[in-house]
């Protein structure tokens, strides 16, 4: 757990989407990747929508998101809170609106119980603590890891949504199962999107979305593939095209197809 604030010397200054946004990030904990890029990028947001992230970390996700849909109220709560004050001044420094919040998942502050959003994002911590390998940063071992299970993430997640709000999670491919569980305990309207490193290779992560009462059948998407030819043959960028301007630029990453969406009857 970091408590004490991020001292300057502790931190870098990282550019995202191009430099669209700019990220403090601490050089030896948890640093944003390519995980939440993609979930902010796969966001359909729309100016005057609330998004709630919840374990948002520094902010990458919502920063990002907030950068490439004007007019948004972006809400975050982590349990750490040098994180917390960390992901503050990111949304501060991108010129964004929104707060962010210390505190657990299991006790939302009053201002976040208090609400509905449009969307609910997380990238929750891939490991449970029974699976999870030690890390020698302790903060990064909490996002690694965490004590909560998904269904507890996706349950308050669910809570938080408006009618027809949406949730979506990334996650590692092998807890797909629990996670799609959880999913199905509260949300309706699934759908699955697999992330794949190459053509050829197994889905290591996955998009997962769903809506408060509504209803569809469940679609599982064609994969997602992140980078160009079989395997790794040579230094240097090999992101498909598409990966590539969403990495580097303000762009969406919509789900491969829309259809219309039910509303829950009786």
């Not at 992230?53 to 040098?82: F, H, K, N, W």
């Not at 911590?125 to 909560?148: H, I, K």
């Not at 992101?239 to 590539?244: G, I, L, R, W």
Request: net charge positive; charged share 25%; aromatic share 6%.
């Amino acid at each position: 757990m970091r408590t004490d604030p991020f001292a300057a010397e502790e931190l870098t200054r990282d550019d995202f989407l191009g430099g669209a946004v700019r990220l403090w990030q601490p050089k030896d904990g948890y640093r944003a990747g390519l995980d939440p890029v993609l979930l902010s990028a796969s966001i359909p947001a729309k100016a005057g929508d609330s998004v709630l992230e919840l374990g948002c970390g520094a902010g990458a996700a919502l920063a990002c998101l907030g950068i490439r849909v004007s007019g948004i109220t972006c809400i975050g709560v982590d349990m750490q809170p040098a994180y917390a004050a960390l992901a503050q001044r990111n949304l501060d420094d991108n010129g964004l609106t929104g707060v962010v919040h210390c505190a657990d998942l299991s006790a939302l502050p009053p201002e976040v119980k208090s609400r509905r959003f449009d969307h609910v994002i997380a990238n929750p911590p891939y490991f449970e603590d029974f699976r999870a390998v030690a890390s020698p940063s302790q903060d990064r071992a909490m996002s690694r890891s965490g004590a909560l299970p998904l269904a507890k993430w996706v349950s308050v997640a669910s809570k938080r949504l408006k009618p027809g709000g949406m949730a979506t999670f990334v996650q590692r491919a092998d807890r797909l199962p629990e996670l799609m569980s959880a999913f199905f305990a509260t949300l309706g309207a699934l759908e699955l999107w697999p992330i794949q490193p190459r053509s050829a290779r197994p889905a290591r992560l996955v998009l997962l979305r769903g809506r408060k009462e509504r209803r569809a059948a469940f679609v599982s998407h064609p994969p997602l593939v992140l980078h160009r030819g079989e395997m790794h043959e040579k230094d240097g960028d090999s992101y498909t095209e598409t990966v590539s301007k969403v990495l580097r630029t303000p762009q969406s990453l919509p789900f491969p197809d829309q259809r219309p969406i039910q509303t829950q009857r009786g």
